[in-house]
């Protein structure tokens, strides 16, 4: 139980263009989600959190206006990296836990590699 | 000072031994802690959980959380190769105002089990 699918795996973009991935609660529903960013070598960064219904909350540092965050049901999360640039390509994971408590453990996705050419 | 701060590493040991992997956390008020293995281009996938002081044992792996003085330990028996991973301890912070459930990672400390 407990699985988060998450979409595309990998994706290469033009600089300038943007890119949708998609982060999906397969058998639970989930109002809260998170997404993290990975360089190499590096740990996982809270980029922000996706709330069903109403705004995200983003990270010190992190730019709404670039990534952008959508929440629109209960098991659909979306982050839309904006005129992406080659300082963008990282690895993208999305995160969710089933229930309404908040001190369970958190579920990944398998993770986005973005590559901006 | 990180909230969450381990030993990047690489800690070696070979094949059969204990490995011990350490994780210190600034939150004094925490109260979730979790032992995550992330394979070299995959993404986090959780061992441990624990909540309260003292051990918790899973198998070969038994998490330590000491909150008095804010250390949480991941020992590993009887290593073995298929082990060599990156090991990553994520803490729940708790805000007064609001708990959202994040977790914060530590940097992960990179495990070597040789045959």
């Known amino acids: 139980g407990a699985v988060v699918s998450q979409h595309p795996s990998w994706v290469i973009c033009k600089s300038g263009t943007s890119v949708k991935i998609e982060c999906r609660s397969l058998?639970?529903?989930?109002?809260?989600m998170f997404w993290y960013r990975q360089f190499p070598k590096q740990s996982l960064m809270l980029m922000a959190t996706?709330?069903?219904?109403?705004?995200?909350?983003?990270e010190q540092g992190v730019e709404k206006d670039k990534f952008l965050i959508n929440h629109a049901s209960l098991t659909l999360s979306t982050l839309t990296v904006t005129s992406a640039h080659p300082e963008d390509s990282s690895f993208y994971i999305c995160s969710a836990r089933p229930g309404t408590g908040n001190n369970s453990p958190l579920h990944f996705g398998n993770g986005t590699r973005l590559t901006v050419t | 000072q990180k909230e969450v701060e381990q030993n990047s590493g690489p800690l070696s040991v070979p094949e059969g031994a204990i490995a011990s992997l350490n994780c210190t956390y600034s939150d004094r008020v925490s109260q979730s802690f979790f032992w995550y293995r992330q394979y070299s281009g995959k993404s986090p996938e959780l061992i441990m959980s624990i909540y309260s002081n003292g051990d918790k044992e899973d198998g070969r792996f038994t998490a330590q959380l000491n909150k008095a003085s804010q250390y949480v330990s991941l020992l590993i028996r009887d290593s073995q190769p298929s082990d060599s991973a990156t090991y990553l301890c994520a803490v729940s912070p708790v805000n007064i105002s609001s708990n959202t459930g994040k977790l914060i990672f530590g940097q992960g400390t990179t495990l070597q089990v040789k045959p």
């Open positions: 058998d639970f529903q989930a109002t809260t």
């Open positions: 996706s709330n069903e219904g109403s705004k995200a909350t983003y």
